[in-house]
C-alpha cells in the first residue's frame, strides 16, 4: 500500500531564505514521487517528478528534492523564497495503475 | 493547447439533490481522474476512467459514479447529496503511465 506523510502542516519562512517542506514515504514498490503546487481557488500544478534515474529532482520555479531510498523521503528544497512561492504544497506517490496518494499537504508564507 | 477544462466552476446544491460535473481533457490524453479535495485536505482519489470504464475507485459509495465519452471527456455524478460531499472536485487527464494535469476545479456547496 501506498501512504504519504507530510511534516508540518504550516511552513514560515523569510524572503530570501531556505525552502524546506517534508515529506516521507510508504510504498509496497518502487516509488513514483511527485511534488505539486496550489495556488487558492486553483487545481494542482506538477512542480517536480522522482521516476527513475537520478535521486535529485530539479523542478520548475527553483525547486528540487531529493528522493532518499533509506529514509523514505522526498523532501522539497528550494534555496530562496520568494513571495510568490506562498502556496499550499502536496506531496504525492503513484502506485501501478496510475492512481496517485496525496498527503495532507503544508501551506508555506513567505515573510517579506 | 487547451489543459484540463472543468465545468461549472462553482455549484450550489441542496443536501439530497444529485449534481452532474464535467470535464474535457487535455488533448491527446486518454486517461481521466477524478479527485474529492475537502477543504484543508489533500486530494482524495475517486476512480479513475480510461476506454470508457471504470478503470480504479477508491473509497467512495455507489453515490458517486462516472462516465468516460468516446472523445474521452468524463462526468462525475453524485446522487443524494449530503452535506459532507462539499469540496473541490479535481478531474486529472494523463496518458498511461505519465503524470496528471489537473484542471482548476468544480467548488461544490452542499446547503
Known amino acids: 500500500a501506498q501512504s504519504v506523510t507530510q511534516l508540518g502542516s504550516h511552513v514560515s519562512v523569510s524572503e530570501g531564505a531556505l525552502v524546506l517542506l517534508r515529506c516521507n514515504y510508504s510504498?509496497?514498490?518502487?516509488?513514483?514521487l511527485f511534488w505539486y503546487v496550489q495556488y487558492p481557488n486553483q487545481g494542482l500544478q506538477l512542480l517536480l517528478k522522482?521516476?527513475?534515474?537520478?535521486?535529485l529532482v530539479k523542478g520548475i520555479n527553483g525547486f528540487e528534492a531529493e528522493f532518499k531510498k533509506s529514509e523514505t523521503s522526498f523532501h522539497l528544497t528550494k534555496p530562496s523564497a520568494h513571495m510568490s512561492d506562498a502556496a499550499e504544497y502536496f506531496c504525492?506517490?503513484?502506485?501501478?495503475?496510475?492512481?496517485?496518494?496525496f498527503g495532507t499537504g503544508t501551506s508555506l508564507t513567505v515573510i517579506p | 493547447d487547451a489543459g484540463v477544462t472543468q465545468s461549472p466552476t462553482h455549484l450550489i446544491k441542496t443536501r439530497g439533490q444529485q449534481v452532474t460535473l464535467r470535464c474535457s481533457p487535455k488533448s491527446g490524453h486518454d486517461t481521466v481522474s477524478w479527485y474529492q479535495q475537502a477543504l484543508g485536505q489533500g486530494p482524495q482519489f475517486i476512480f479513475q476512467y480510461y476506454e470508457e470504464e471504470e478503470r480504479q475507485r477508491g473509497n467512495f459509495p455507489d453515490r458517486f459514479s462516472g462516465h468516460q465519452f468516446p472523445n474521452y471527456s468524463s462526468e462525475l455524478n453524485v446522487n443524494a447529496l449530503l452535506l459532507g460531499d462539499s469540496a473541490l472536485y479535481l478531474c486529472?487527464?494523463?496518458?498511461?503511465?505519465?503524470?496528471?494535469?489537473f484542471g482548476s476545479g468544480t467548488r461544490l456547496t452542499v446547503v
Open positions: 486529472a487527464s494523463s496518458l498511461v503511465a505519465e503524470g496528471y494535469t
Open positions: 522522482y521516476t527513475t534515474g537520478a535521486t
Open positions: 510504498s509496497s514498490v518502487p516509488p513514483y
Open positions: 504525492a506517490v503513484r502506485n501501478t495503475g496510475n492512481q496517485f496518494y
